[in-house]
């Protein structure tokens, strides 16, 4: 394939996808796709130069788009609102509330709590199957920075999970149990 339309081609329907789905994380759907659409137009424009794997290249560029945004606080809130509006789509199917609508607030609830910085730390490894190397490059850090990083947000998750799980509002334990830190990101 030595055209270099066709191996645009390539790319672009490996990676859209991964790009949207990054920017969806940040901003709302319209938004989200002018970020993916423009990336892609960047890409097109320096496709010569774009590093093996094209991935964490193309999502460093979304980054950098997306930092023009909104304040953190309401990206936040926006990401927590499209985490619980996508986990409910893409379950396609009915379950009996109980313990999922519990266990699903739990979760949400512990993400929300997170920095900006902390969730898209442990999303870049476990949602888009980064690895250390690849993500650290998207945030423009080193390697045993985004370590260091990675570690430190699944540790307050973890103990975000726990509080939920003894939340005194609740009247009782969340049935949700947290992942173990050496689960995560695998």
């Known amino acids: 394939m030595d055209d270099p339309l066709e ?8 990676y859209y996808r991964n790009v949207l789905r990054y920017a969806l994380q940040h901003a709302e759907q319209g938004t989200a796709e002018d970020v993916a659409s423009e ?27 997306l930092r023009k945004q909104a304040g953190a606080v309401q990206r936040r809130r926006a990401l927590t609102d499209r985490i619980a509006a996508l986990t409910a789509r893409a ?15 739990a979760a ?10 902390d969730v898209e730390a442990l999303t870049l490894v476990t949602w888009h199957g980064l690895n250390p190397a690849q993500a650290a490059e998207v945030v423009g ?18 103990k975000a999970l ?12 969340a049935p949700f149990r947290s992942p173990s830190p050496s689960t995560m990101g695998k």
């Open 162 to 173: 726990q509080s939920a799980d003894h939340d005194p509002a609740q009247g009782r334990a």
């Open 91 to 105: 379950d396609g199917f009915v379950v009996d509330a109980g313990d999922f609508v519990v266990e699903r607030a």
């Open 39 to 65: 990336t892609f137009l960047i890409a097109w424009r320096r496709f010569p130069a774009i590093p093996e794997p094209p991935l964490p290249w193309l999502l460093g560029v979304a980054r950098n788009m």
């Open 108 to 117: 949400l609830d512990a993400l929300a709590s997170l920095s900006e910085h």
């Open 141 to 158: 850090c080193s390697v045993r920075a985004f370590t260091v990083r990675l570690s430190r947000a699944r540790q307050r998750l973890t």
């Open 7 to 14: 191996r645009f081609a390539g790319v672009y329907d490996t």
